[in-house]
C-alpha cells in the first residue's frame, strides 16, 4: 500500500516491528508515508510490559513516553491492545497504574474480553473503547451485542467483502473496517489468538496456527479498495504494516 489513501477517512495504524529506542515520528515516516499525519487519529502497539495483551507476543515495549507525548501533541491517540481471552478482577486490578497512566481523552482500549472492558470503562472514562477483530464480529446480532458494549468495533477483514452485510449497518461511525489484510483474511480458525493470549499470560505456552492443520490460500498482503466502502458511508480504516515477507504470520 504505498499509493496514498484516500482523503475523507481515518486511520489507526500498527507499531509492529517498532522498537521503543525509534521515534514514532520516523517509524510512520518510513512505513506509513502514504498518510499524511492528519489522517491518523491513533496507533496501536505495546507500552510497558503487560499480561492483559493479546493478538501478538509481547517480546517489548514499542511505543515510549516520549513517543505518546509527541502523538498527544499532534492529536494522535494511543491504543491499547488489552485483547487477552482471559482476566481475573484481581489481574485488573494489578494494572490499574498502567491505566491510570494512559489515561487520556486521545487513548483507546482495544479488548476481548467484556468483563475487562465493562471495569475500565466504569474506572477510566476517559479511554475510547474497541471491540477487537478478534471477537470475530460477522453477523448483525454479534455486532448488536458489541455496539452495546464498545464505542466502536473492529471488523474481521472478510466482512469487507459482503457488501449486503456492511450496507445494512446502520451506525457506521462506529465501524472500523481494515484497509489491508493479512493471514486472517483467509484463516478458517485464527487459533494462533488464543494461544497468544495464553503466552503473555504464562510464558511457557506455544504459538499455535491453523495452517498445519487446514491449507488455506496464502495471498500475502492484500490492499482493499477504500473508496466503495468509504461511499457506504465507512470512514475508520485499521493499516497494517506489511512484513518483508509480505506476510503478516508468524
Known sequence: METSLPTGALYTVSMRGKHESVHVAEYLNNFFSHISLSAIDSVFGFVEKCSLYGGRPFTQPQLSDRDIEWMHENEVGLRLPLTNHFVERQEYESYRWLLEKYHHRLNSII??????????????????????????????????????????????????????????????????????????????????????????????????????????????MIDFELEPLIALGFKQFKVLRERPTSRTGF
Open 111 to 220: 479488548a476481548t474480553n467484556d468483563e475487562l472492558i465493562s471495569w475500565i470503562r466504569e474506572d477510566f472514562p476517559l479511554y475510547k473503547s474497541e471491540a477487537s477483530v478478534i471477537k470475530n464480529i460477522n453477523t448483525p446480532l454479534k455486532l448488536s451485542k458489541a455496539l452495546s458494549n464498545f464505542d466502536t468495533v473492529v471488523l474481521p477483514m472478510p466482512c469487507n467483502d459482503d457488501v449486503d452485510f456492511l450496507q445494512k449497518i446502520e451506525q457506521k461511525d462506529r465501524i472500523r473496517l481494515f484497509a489491508n489484510a493479512g493471514c486472517a483474511y483467509t484463516c478458517p480458525s485464527r487459533i494462533c489468538y488464543r494461544s497468544f493470549s495464553l503466552m503473555n499470560k504464562f510464558g511457557d505456552a506455544r504459538p499455535e496456527c491453523s495452517f498445519p492443520i487446514k491449507t488455506r490460500d496464502f495471498q500475502g
